[in-house]
Structures are given as C-alpha cells and as structure tokens.
Nanobody
Framework: QVQVVESGGGLVQAGGSLRLSCAAS????????MGWHRQAPGKQRELVAA???????DYADSVKGRFTISKDNAKNTLYLQMNNLKPEDTAVYYC????????WGQGTQVTVSS
C-alpha cells in the first residue's frame, strides 16, 4: 500500500547534472520529513539532503552548493537537483519518507564518470 519510487538516475559525466524524483503514495499519516540518502559500494548509507514539513533543508557538506532538494506537496513528490556532479557522487540514491515510521524506496543508481 505504501510505495516510495525513485527515478531519474543514470550515467553522467563529471560536471553534469541529473534530477532525481521520488513519488510517495499511500502514506497514511503526516509526513514529518523527506530526504535523500546514498550508498556507494563498500560504504555506509549517508544522508545527502532532507527537507522538513516546514520547508527547512539540510545538506551534507559534500553536496552543499551543488545539490538542491525540493518537494511538491500536492504531488507528494520529492526532487533532488544534482549539479556539478563528481565521481564521488556515484552511489545508489534512496528516497526516505518519515512518518509514523521511515519508508524507503528501492533506490536509483547514479554513476558519474570522470
């Protein structure tokens, strides 16, 4: 019933851009926050960016100035605009929805070539 689906990943050259989307449906209660996490091979999953219900945003230091998180409340869709991508951004990106518990998507692969 609850579904979180990411899209928009792909292969891009360093310096390029991608926009990730996350469509959330079936969340029965208020959403307190939404965010993007990523996990590279052999590394821990880390927070990339998050936005609270009031619109406040947080970013990992590594992506500040390059990534922008936004959401469309009417569509229950989360976005991550990723500019000036670097090879170290290569990872599977996961959408997280915080409600009565955390919900996660299956992830979308982002690969940045040098």
């Amino acid at each position: 019933q609850v579904q979180v689906v990411e899209s928009g990943g792909g292969l891009v050259q360093a310096g390029g851009s991608l926009r990730l989307s996350c469509a959330a449906s079936g969340i029965p209660f208020i959403i307190s926050a939404m965010g993007w996490h990523r996990q590279a091979p052999g590394k821990q999953r880390e927070l990339v960016a998050a936005v609270g219900s009031g619109g406040s945003t947080d970013y990992a230091d590594s992506v500040k100035g390059r990534f922008t998180i936004s959401k469309d409340n009417a569509k229950n869709t989360l976005y991550l605009q990723m500019n000036n991508l670097k090879p170290e951004d290569t990872a599977v990106y996961y959408c997280n929805v915080q409600s009565w518990r955390d919900f996660w998507g299956q992830g979308t692969q982002v690969t940045v070539s040098s």
